[in-house]
């Protein structure tokens, strides 16, 4: 692996860390693939009832272990039990999880007794024919607790709302599916990443899964045993440990038919062409080396699309910590973490914001740089960038919160648009145009021309801006012009990724030598075969303050009794849920 400050575009290559687990042995990886090759046809030919039952078993046993597991991650992270940080493992670890397993569950119900999962609204077509599923709010839960947020995901075009139905859930329309396995190379950071993405190979694809943890968070390991037990002891998944070696040794093994990987763009050339002088000659060519299916979720450097408006202080100030809380979150380590600001260079209150997000940062207090090369990748950009803005405490084993700001948007060189830095940074930028509109149309064009990768975009925009006609036309213009597989308004890219119905993943149609944010979705829990991005839309300003805002006093314990709740949603469960985020 390179460090990087030798890439010059795009997710950057992470060092490989020390190893906390011993790594697999190949004849140990040998035994478990043969075990998951006698059982893949036995998977795919279990019925609805006995999915749902292991489902069930899955949601018990994560349950069970969710304490241990969220306190293993937050030492590992450095993070304080109950303070708010806390939060972001429980919502990014088995809060997630269970959420998945139980819509995964009525997915499965639906399919049994109608034939494909049901939508909770019917779906619609867009003036220009595109087919448009609502996904959020998935159930009456979802109306009581997201309250003001919906989520939809936005078909392909050549999908009609006729026909909608027949792109859901595929696999199991299939008369005798041929049984397959399919390889899951897990991420470091996000604590659920790496079993959602084999509960989607699992029940959405129909494949058994050997799933390797990343070294980063292979600690997981034991906490995933126990809580898949239910699907390692039948011989459907199986958990493995190392790191490149490993990894390539089952990228190549004869018996893997399939592979997904959240990490790098330059992982996936690695796989798919290989390394050094061959591996180039392999990309430059379009000779692969692997020519199994490979679906992948690579990184992006996200933007963040504000949207000038009337913005009073306390406006500000709630802006300032959503814009900080997508930066501080995970100590940066995440593929949406906001990168770029972009705003509007005749805004008045454009300073405002930038000052605002800065004391939301000095309040968030520092984070451990947990990832390998951190501080490394940080030096990258002050190199760049000497005079960036640093909030925080600094020093060896520091990574402190660095703000580039006031960048050139016509510099195509620079690093901010073309890197993910994979560390506590973002940066700013500031459109020059003549009206809101020609702004907004701007910034679209820069977001999907000028700034690396097609994962996630945000747009904020004040609901008094909506009231102008021509400003509204743009807005709903932009997310339909926006070319990321997820778009979210006045909120965070990452909340697609938690609600778990959307679908994950880069927008379509990267080839293999230029993938970017990579191919495939994940997630996507109503089964859909042919999407082009998810759109979730939430309020300007909230109450109560969302659970994963980074100065929520009782995230953790919101967080926690959210997870018990997405595990057996209840009204004996609600009001003690309630009761703690109104104290947020």
Known sequence: MTDAAAEVHGSVAIPEAHHRVEPTSQSRIDEALAVLEDHKHEWVALDIDERLHLLAELSEATVKVARDWVDAACQAKGLTLGASEEAEEWLGGPGSVTRNIKLLMTSLEDIRDYGVPQLPKPAFARADGQVVAQVIPANAWDGLLFQGFTAEVWMDPSVTLGALSEHQAAFYKQKSPKGALA????????????????????????????????????????????????????????????????????????????????????????????????????????????????????????????????????????????????????????????????????????????????????????????????????????????????IGSQGEGHVPWTLIHHLDPDDTDEVCFNMESWCGQTSEVALPAASVVEYIDRAVEFCNERVWGTLSASIIVHPSSLKDPEVNEAVERAIANLRYGSVAVNHWGGINYAMVTPTWGAYPGHPTTDI????????????????????????????????????????????????????????????GLLWASFGG
């Not at 045993?225 to 039948?234: G, N, Q, T, V």
């Not at 390539?248 to 893997?256: A, F, G, I, K, T």
């Not at 998810?534 to 959210?562: C, H, Q, T, Y």
């Open 516 to 575: 970017r944010s990579g191919r495939g979705v994940v997630h996507n829990t109503f089964m859909f075969d042919r999407p082009q991005k998810s759109v979730l839309r939430g309020p300007f300003r909230m109450w109560p303050k969302p659970a994963w805002f980074i100065d929520n006093k009782r995230g953790a314990e919101i967080a926690e009794k959210m997870t018990y709740f997405n595990a057996d949603p209840s009204l004996v469960r609600l009001p």
């Open 183 to 390: 390889l899951v190379l897990g991420a470091g950071n996000v604590a659920s990443i790496g079993p959602m993405d084999a509960l989607y190979k699992l029940f959405v694809e129909g494949q058994v899964v050997v799933l390797k943890m990343n070294p980063v968070n292979e600690y997981l390991g034991p906490f995933i045993d126990e809580s898949f037990a239910a699907l390692i002891e039948r011989g459907y998944l199986r958990v493995v440990y190392g790191g490149a070696a490993e990894g390539d040794y089952l990228c190549n093994h004869p018996l893997v038919e399939e592979i997904h990987i959240t990490g790098s763009d330059k992982t996936h050339d690695a796989i798919v062409y290989g390394v050094g002088e061959e591996g180039a000659r392999r990309k430059a060519d379009n000779a692969p080396r692997n020519n199994r299916r490979l679906t992948c979720e690579l990184g992006n450097v996200s933007p963040i699309v504000v949207v000038p408006g009337p913005w009073s202080k306390k406006d500000l100030k709630f802006q300032g910590v959503n814009l900080a809380t997508t930066v501080v979150n995970n100590a940066g380590f995440n593929c949406v973490a906001t990168r770029v600001i972009v705003q509007h260079e005749q805004w008045a209150q454009r300073e405002a914001l930038l000052d605002s997000l800065r004391q939301a940062f000095r309040d968030a207090g520092d984070r451990k740089p947990y990832y390998p090369g951190s501080e490394n990748r940080q030096r990258t950009f002050l190199e760049h960038h000497p005079d960036a803005e640093q």
